[in-house]
């Protein structure tokens, strides 16, 4: 969903950078103070904590909300949740995902933060560039299978009931065809199985569509 500062001012927003090979996460996280951990942390490589990527998701999305008033950080500790099956790496890209569209960190910046490279470029693919339409950026995360992973339970959060609700009837029907017509483009692209592990998680509403669509 769309964010804002809680004074109502947009976030700083700084484009994404550099080019994203492909290839799947690593486990590892980003150093910082520990912090709650969303669930019990996977393995990960020595000094490097799932907590201290949430520390930094944080930080970097303090003061900014959703389009419901919720701070942001929950929706993409959300993300992360529905992620688990998938492995730390693939968390630490869920708590992410949004910092370089959203905030004044750059890859650089996580990468100098001692991040997996290979999160790092998770997070990039999913990241809007400038110029390129939303069906655009989804048809090409749709093609990389750890994006796509991380986008579908992105969108499956954005689709939650509970949050759209709450918006106005326009703009919760707009994005209800946003979304759906992301979710056919995505989830053809990965196992059936795989997708339900994210849904069954984060929004176990959907498996009715999933079903359907098999």
Known sequence: MHRTMADGTPPDRTP???????????????????????????????????????????????????RIGVPYVEHVRAVARGLAPFGTGMQMAGLLH????????RASDLRAAGGPAAVVDVVE????????????????????????????????HNSDPARTAQLPPEQRARLAVKYADARALLWPAVAAEDVAAILRTVNPGLLAELEARR
């Open 16 to 66: 994404p950078n550099g080019a994203l090979p492909d290839r799947a996460p690593a486990d590892g996280a980003l150093p910082g103070p520990p912090v709650p951990v969303l669930t019990p942390p996977g393995p990960t490589l020595p000094g490097l904590t799932l907590a201290g990527v949430d520390a930094i998701a944080a930080e970097a999305h303090a003061g900014q909300v959703d």
């Open 98 to 105: 949004d910092v370089l569209e959203d905030t004044a960190l």
């Open 125 to 156: 693919r999913v990241s809007n560039r400038a110029g390129e339409s939303y069906q655009d950026m989804v048809r090409s995360v749709a093609g990389h299978h750890s994006a796509c992973l991380l986008k579908i339970a992105d969108n499956a």
